[in-house]
């Protein structure tokens, strides 16, 4: 599997390289040197160069790898248009993926919820994020950015009495001019096992 992944991260460098698409930094947004290009992707500098990605310095030939590139492959001039941000279920052909999105992207965080509400500062700052929109709902609520222009809007339900723990991943209203649906689920997936990473 790990060498499919390979494959497909190369492939996709291949369709992008040596021929750049026109005003590509413009539109990832990245800062341009020569033909890499560098922004922050999933909390780390992320740089795209013919021979590779990079995550914080390391080679990426897995997940994050594919979805960089297909976020490059997918540069458009549209700016990120956060709210009304988006169910999962209210993106496009997103039925096959719902029932791995629910699992993977936020029950994964249900019982760190006290925790992440404990390290939310730290989060934000890692993620490029802010506070969610006055209004958004749940105890506590923040939007992270994984990729420059998609953001995603988590909003946390701490347990009660009558109520388990509970988390619900919001997408920014535009996300789908960036990357498919299906990446799009992988995206909601690896950010929130970046936030379980930064639980200190």
């Known amino acids: 599997m790990t060498d499919n992944y390979a494959r497909i ?29 560098r922004f922050d992707a999933f909390g780390e500098t992320c740089e795209i160069q013919p021979g590779g990605i990079f995550l914080g310095g390391e080679r990426q030939d897995g997940v994050f790898g594919i979805l960089i590139s297909l976020y490059a492959l997918h540069a458009n001039p549209e700016a990120c248009v956060q709210e009304p ?8 052909n997103s039925m096959p993926y719902a029932g791995a999105f629910v699992t993977h992207t936020q029950q994964i965080l249900t019982p760190y919820v006290e925790r992440i509400e404990s390290n939310q500062n730290r989060i934000i700052k890692q993620l490029k994020g802010l506070q969610a929109p006055a209004g958004t709902g749940g105890d506590f609520s923040f939007v992270v950015f994984p990729l420059p222009k998609i953001a995603l809007c988590y909003i946390f339900y ?43």
């Open 9 to 37: 991260v190369r492939e996709n460098l291949e369709k992008l390289y040596p021929d750049l698409p026109p005003g590509l930094a413009r539109n990832l947004p990245a800062e341009q040197m020569e033909n890499r290009f």
């Open 85 to 92: 941000f988006k169910g999962f279920k209210d993106l496009p």
């Open 158 to 200: 701490e347990a009660d009495d009558d109520f388990p723990a509970s988390v619900t991943c919001l997408y920014s209203n535009n996300a789908a001019q960036f990357l498919t649906t299906d990446a799009l689920a992988d995206v909601g997936e690896y950010t929130s096992k970046k936030i379980l990473d930064l639980l200190s």
